[in-house]
T-cell receptor, first 115, second 115 residues
Framework: DSGVTQTPKHLITATGQRVTLRCSPR?????VYWYQQSLDQGLQFLIQ???????AKGNILERFSAQQFPDLHSELNLSSLELGDSALYFC??????????????FGPGTRLTVT | AQSVTQPDIHITVSEGASLELRCNYS??????LFWYVQSPGQGLQLLLK??????LVQGIKGFEAEFKRSQSSFNLRKPSVHWSDAAEYFC?????????????FGAGTILRVKS
């Protein structure tokens, strides 16, 4: 158990819908990261927040957005869902914001299926 | 272009045999290096990391990895594989960034262990 929690574990929804994925980081970690794992794209970095502020952005679609709240939990919002958005979405957390020399701890993931 | 390469998609080894999983990276400056393992239906677990110093690093579950700057490689090894090691293994790098942090993953290597 990494200490990172994600809800829900599974989500099934229809095209065009909007969903929210939630993540709670490990106690004491200020950075939260979101990753997408799909068969065709592999593991891709989406976005990082540190103490409520956006710090780094990857290949995140404009239909996707995220935020980190004062209690440090984070939410990833996916809207106008398409079949290709079906994937495993991971949240990770780390102590610091940048520099690279900090390991990231991953949650169990949320499996999103768009039908 | 910056990339992480795991040349072996699948590897099958006999239980008790030694294992080496290959990872090569292409970055201007040596990034920080990680190996993660993902069991079916599970999240990513950190096996080991290299930031600096001794180029042979020890991790959990009896794994070790060697950083070779001249070859831009960070190969994962285990002297004797157990059936429970069957999983998918990901090499990841954290590019040295001035601001923010992210992990860039290789495509993964699926390890099968035969008895």
């Amino acid at each position: 158990d990494s200490g990172v929690t994600q809800t829900p574990k599974h989500l099934i929804t229809a095209t065009g819908q909007r969903v929210t994925l939630r993540c709670s980081p490990r106690s004491g970690d200020l950075s939260v990261y979101w990753y997408q794992q799909s068969l065709d794209q592999g593991l891709q970095f989406l976005i990082q927040y540190y103490n409520g502020e956006e710090r780094a952005k990857g290949n995140i679609l404009e239909r996707f957005s995220a935020q980190q709240f004062p209690d440090l939990h984070s939410e990833l919002n996916l809207s106008s869902l398409e079949l290709g958005d079906s994937a495993l979405y991971f949240c990770a957390s780390s102590v610091e914001q940048g520099g690279g020399a900090y390991e990231q701890y991953f949650g169990p993931g949320t499996r999103l299926t768009v039908t | 272009a910056q990339s992480v390469t795991q040349p072996d998609i699948h590897i099958t080894v006999s239980e008790g045999a030694s294992l080496e999983l290959r990872c090569n990276y292409s970055y201007g400056a040596t990034p920080y290096l990680f190996w993660y393992v993902q069991s079916p239906g599970q999240g990513l677990q950190l096996l080991l990391k290299y930031f600096s110093g001794d180029t042979l690093v020890q991790g959990i579950k009896g794994f070790e990895a060697e950083f070779k700057r001249s070859q831009s490689s960070f190969n994962l090894r285990k002297p004797s594989v157990h059936w429970s090691d069957a999983a998918e293994y990901f090499c990841a790098v954290a590019p040295i960034m001035e601001y923010g942090n992210k992990l860039v993953f290789g495509a993964g290597t699926i390890l099968r262990v035969k008895s």
